[in-house]
């Protein structure tokens, strides 16, 4: 397979163009015959003119690329090595939606030929490649895996926002149906990998890792969001706590925040959904997602009682959210926990106003029912920096004394001015 790949005697296709499957796309493409296949007709347009929908790259990524971006499915059936990419999100009830990487299994496995490879992007739950996905192949195609055609599991590692650490320069995974997928698989993403290929032993494994990956991270950063609720009660500062027990040589340094996004705040899901099914109730899972869900509940709630011990009445304020998106310098506001801190301050009937440099107007409103103001007044209560844009790092005091009133607030979620020297805002940081 992946001589007739290099040799472009075979193609690659690559399902679902979003902030995974672009990139992924466009690295093959650089050295491979690529398909680029997304359901989204207005966003092939788009790619079509080098535009990256997701605002993630800019119009050289797509430079001597050979790669035909298409939203018919049936272009698909030309290609012989196919990646999967599709999001997996989850419900309103934390469940697993496997709807789209079912939709993806299905148009993939009409166009499987015999001598085919699948690979599988998407975050799952170990288990799901071969247990869930294949069973549509095989029932699409008419073909026997192992027999006709080959599965691969390689667990994204994209980093939106990060222009560092690139598709190219980050370690990649990647497990095979039997050994000779392994190294054919190996061989292909190696191609564009320079920072070197895992050849995990089975595709539990690799699914297992991706899903840890950000488990983990996840339960770290509960760890020190629970710290700064109890610290907040004490009348200390988390931060200054945190400097201060990282002057031990092994104390890991984690940050209090809003945990939202398409990775940290879902993948856990997937594993305490798989865990229940085997009959096993996930406690420090749990426990940690419950912390970090409550995290926008507890500031708005802190923030409702900043402003009383003022003498104000909630519902008599204005309130200036600085940030929607799920994280720094991206567009991406899927499962922003800032849209829930908006939602949780309204619960207050506190008059909320939202802005962000980077997030489109019309997906908040779609995504959210909420509305981002075309300009910020001089009168606000109380400001909350929620999202650490760099557009806001430059910003000082002067400023925030400029768009308040008497007695303002300011919320440092992210920590990013320091304790102001005393200048009449009362400021705040988790």
Known sequence: MYEALKN??????????????????????????????DINADRVEMMKQGIDPSEELDSSAFEDKDILFTADPGKLKEAHFHVVAVPTPVDEHKVPNLTPVYKASETVGRALK???????????????????????????????????FKLGYSPERINPGDKERTIEKILKIVSGSDAEALEEIASAYGAIIEAGIYRAPSIKVAEAAKVIENAQRDLNISFVNELAIIFDRLGIDTQEVLEAAATKWNFLKFSPGLVGG??????????THKAKQLGYDPQVILSGRRINDGMPGFIAKRLAQMLIQKGKNP???????????????????????????????????????ITDPHASPNEVAREYNLTLVDSISDDYDAVVVAVNHE???????????????????LMDIKGLYGRPAENGITYWRL
């Open 315 to 353: 519902s008599n304020t204005k309130v200036l959210v600085m940030g929607i998106t799920f994280k720094e310098n991206v567009a991406d506001i899927r499962n922003s926990k800032v849209a829930d801190l908006a939602k949780e301050l309204m619960q207050f009937s506190i008059n909320v106003h």
């Open 391 to 409: 557009e806001y790092k430059s910003l000082d005091m002067g400023y925030f004394r400029s768009i308040t009133n008497g007695a303002p607030i």
């Open 262 to 271: 398409h990775c940290i705040g879902v993948d856990p899901y997937y594993l």
């Open 114 to 148: 015999k001598g085919d490879y699948v690979i599988y992007e998407s975050t799952v739950y170990p288990g799901c490649t071969e247990e869930d996905c294949l069973p549509i192949l095989e029932r699409e195609s008419g073909l026997k895996a192992g027999r006709d």
């Open 8 to 37: 472009k005697e075979k193609t690659i296709s690559v399902t679902g163009l979003g902030y995974v499957g672009l990139p992924v796309a466009l690295a093959f493409a650089r050295h491979f015959r690529v398909i680029g296949f």
